[in-house]
């Protein structure tokens, strides 16, 4: 077990998953694929019990909660934590968005801190309304986002706040919205930090790639393909190649065209753990 522990802000942390799945619909997520957008949760006498039998076991101060959503259920979440502050342990949060945000008072931020969460990281994706609302069917304009995120600016959390971009239909001036919010991220906040830009993947099964199936993308086909089409640095244009037949082809058409997924290929960084995560 010890080479699946890790390491944040020099504590053992063992991460955890409480919940899986999300109810929401935005267009990119896997979940709407593998989880068919339903929330299963364990019972919270369960995950109290577990945990602290395996941090008797293991001598870790830290979890590392990995829930899609943690805040699906608000009042589960917040018991969760309650009852676990008391056994001395701290808290990292992947599963935040700015809708849960939203639906946070003041004072639920006040009680995060005091219970010791210590981050949470949020998926603000795009800075630009259109692609939010078209394109990834996000909750929340670009002005909702900066308001929730304010809320945080000077807490004693640490926020990482993670970006996609070549989405499809992404025009420059719409890549630069996001570039301008994830610097406004970084502005006169110690605590907001932007740790990744991700190349947007289309994953199969969600709606983006069915979209860009029927507009006649091309894309790897099986696993080991997938494995070595880790990224898209284009906007995802398909490109027209024109075949023209010869004399002795088909006469009921002058030429053919196909659409291809045209992109160059980079690394993405892996939504997975580390074993070791820094930060101040």
Not at 170 to 184: F, G, K, N, S, V
Not at 198 to 227: C, I, K, M, S
Not at 250 to 271: F, G, N
């Amino acid at each position: 077990m010890e080479r699946y522990l890790g390491l944040f802000r020099g504590k053992r942390m063992f991460f955890y998953q409480s919940s899986r799945g999300c109810p929401h619909r935005c267009a990119y997520c896997y979940n709407t694929a593998v989880n068919r957008r339903r929330w299963r949760a364990r019972g919270a006498d369960r995950v109290v019990d577990e945990l602290e039998s395996l941090r008797d076991r293991y001598d870790f101060s830290s979890v590392y909660f990995l829930d899609d959503d943690f805040f699906i259920d608000k009042k589960r979440a917040m018991d969760l934590l309650r009852r676990l502050q008391r056994f001395g342990l701290s808290f990292v949060l992947q599963g935040v968005d700015i809708r849960t945000i939203a639906r946070l008072t003041d004072d639920e931020l006040d009680f995060l801190e005091r219970v010791g969460v210590e981050r949470i990281s949020i998926g603000v994706e795009s800075g630009a309304d259109r692609v939010r609302t078209e394109v990834l069917r996000k909750w929340g304009s670009s002005e909702v986002v900066r308001q929730q995120l304010a809320r945080l600016k000077r807490r004693r959390i640490l926020v990482l706040c993670t970006f996609m971009v070549g989405l499809p239909s992404e025009r420059p001036d719409e890549l630069q919205q996001t570039i301008d919010l994830a610097l406004w991220c970084l502005k006169d906040a110690e605590n907001l930090r932007v740790p990744q830009v991700y190349n947007f993947v289309p994953y199969p099964g969600t709606e983006l790639h069915h979209e860009l199936q029927l507009r006649g993308f091309d894309f790897p086909r099986g696993l080991d393909a997938w494995a070595t089409a880790t990224g898209i640095t284009t906007s995802c244009r398909p490109t027209t190649r024109s075949a023209a037949t010869s004399s002795s082809g088909p006469s009921s058409s002058a030429s053919s065209s196909t659409a291809r997924w045209t992109t160059t290929v980079s690394a993405v960084p892996s939504c997975a753990p580390r074993t070791s995560c820094t930060g101040r």
